[in-house]
């Protein structure tokens, strides 16, 4: 099973601000990576796939970046809607999907 | 608009049985890979289930392997999930999810709540 791995856990940003979130897996996954936003009381909504390809209808604050290991997602000049959790998931090696633990973006 | 409408979930004691349904509409269902994830309270996200389009090939988290059964009815637009043997770390909210070209989960449902309980 592939573990995915985010940082930091919590992220503490003032609007305006960028914010970059990390998500590692314990094994190669090529670029076969998504990630998701969840704000309370909602369900998760996908923001890019594929590492770096935004999902219909995000705006293009919202960037993925990496392959192999490594990736990153960058949200540049957070506005007051994007204070929520984030959770990477790998769908290189399957079953199981796996998901990285998110890493909630609050504001500072 | 794609839609999904989860229902089935409530309380139940550990042991017991319960049966969850995932109506979809606004896209052809029987073109796609569907799923299940569920979330804990106050917790991350956890797949669960998968099966494809036809409903031929299921797939199993190994925490739910041999208990949960992942079904389809394409002819009535709907995902299942048969729940047995619950258990109290079975407690959850599941959510259920359209899969796009990859496996990547395009849409999601709202989820509906399970807590097993004694």
């Known amino acids: 099973e592939i573990v995915m791995t985010q940082s930091p856990a919590t992220l503490s940003v003032s609007p305006g601000e960028r914010a970059t979130l990390s998500c590692r897996a314990s094994?190669?996954?090529?670029?076969?990576l998504a990630w998701y936003q969840q704000k309370p009381g909602q369900a998760p909504r996908l923001l890019i796939f594929g590492a770096s390809t935004r999902a219909t209808g995000i705006p293009a604050r919202f960037s993925g970046s990496g392959s192999g290991t490594e990736f990153t997602l960058t949200i540049t000049s957070l506005q007051s809607e994007d204070f929520a959790v984030y959770y990477c998931q790998q769908y290189n090696n399957w079953p199981p999907l796996t998901f990285g633990g998110g890493t909630k973006v609050e504001i500072k | 608009e794609v839609q999904l409408l989860e229902s089935g979930g409530g309380l139940v004691q550990p042991g017991e049985s319960l049966r969850l349904s995932c109506a979809a509409s606004g896209f052809t269902f029987s073109d796609y890979v569907m799923s299940w994830v569920r979330q804990a309270p106050g917790k991350g996200l956890e797949w669960v289930s998968g099966i494809s389009d036809s409903g031929d090939n299921t797939y199993y988290a190994d925490s739910v392997e041999g208990r949960f059964t992942i079904s389809r009815d394409n002819s009535k637009n709907t995902l299942y999930l048969q729940l047995n043997s619950l258990r109290a770390e079975d407690t959850a909210l599941y959510y259920c999810?359209?899969?796009?070209?990859?496996?990547?989960?395009?849409?999601w449902g709202q989820g509906t709540l399970v807590t097993v309980s004694s």
């Open positions: 094994q190669s996954i090529s670029s076969n």
């Open positions: 999810a359209k899969v796009g070209s990859d496996y990547f989960l395009v849409y």
